[in-house]
């Protein structure tokens, strides 16, 4: 079955420094990859999607590329900031008319003054 | 956006009790599903629907019944609890995009402990 690895738990970084969140993924069906982004006390919201090969997706200062070569869909931002503490999702729908997703185990990032 | 909403916000409840927990949508979405979220694990579905009717298992429906009687409301009942179904409740709704991928919204959850 579809799966989806988020190699790392808890991210702790500084500040104003670049992030890179892993996110890996096995379908033997046409994918659509999402970042969920879920803030303390909150629901998940939608942050990125994507299902087209090597084009970079963009929003409020994230961004990621989907590789299909790698199965990869790693999700960057070039300066985090406080705000940007939170819980994130990588998440898997099959282009199939499946209209389940399958989420990875979702990485903490942690944003220190 | 998607408005989706949870009641109750928290609950306490005793093993071997029944348990339902609520979620409306006001957006018409056909789409509907139940997840719980458990530290290590993420998000796990349960149930989920196609629309008013039917309800469908996800990956780990043991424990749990669901009921969808219309468009708005999709319902988890848990129908003896027990103290390993101690988690946070998402309901979701879901809706095909112009780019024909499936976006999902999330309610604001429902913590349930079960003594």
């Known amino acids: 079955g579809d799966s989806v690895t988020q190699t790392e738990g808890l991210v702790t970084l500084t500040k104003g420094l670049p992030v890179m969140l892993n996110c890996t993924y096995q379908t033997t069906y046409s994918p659509f990859l999402f970042w969920y982004v879920q803030h303390l006390n909150e629901a998940p919201k939608l942050l990125l999607k994507s299902s087209t090969d090597n084009k970079r997706t963009e929003h409020q200062g994230f961004y990621a590329t989907l590789h299909k070569s790698s199965s990869s869909f790693h999700l960057q931002k070039s300066s985090v900031q406080l705000s940007d503490s939170a819980l994130y999702f990588c998440?898997?729908?099959?282009?199939?008319?499946?209209?389940?997703?399958?989420f990875g185990a979702g990485t903490r990032l942690k944003v220190i003054a | 956006e998607a408005a989706v909403t949870q009641s109750p916000r928290n609950k306490v409840a005793v093993t071997g009790g029944k348990v339902t927990l609520s979620c409306n949508q006001t957006?018409?979405?056909?789409?509907m599903y139940w997840y719980r979220q458990d530290t290590g694990h993420g998000l796990r579905l349960i149930h989920y629907?196609?629309?008013?009717?039917?309800?469908e298992k996800g990956d780990i429906p043991d424990g749990y019944k669901a009921s969808r009687p219309s468009q708005e409301n999709f319902s988890l009942i848990l129908e003896l609890a027990t103290p390993s179904q101690t988690s946070v409740y998402f309901c979701?709704?879901?809706?095909?995009?112009?780019?024909?991928?499936?976006?999902?919204?999330f309610g604001p959850g429902t913590r349930l402990t079960v003594l």
């Open positions: 979701a709704s879901g809706v095909r995009d112009r780019g024909s991928s499936y976006e999902q919204y």
């Open positions: 629907s196609y629309g008013a009717g039917s309800t």
């Open positions: 998440a898997l729908s099959e282009n199939t008319g499946n209209y389940k997703y399958v």
């Open positions: 957006n018409n979405h056909n789409n």
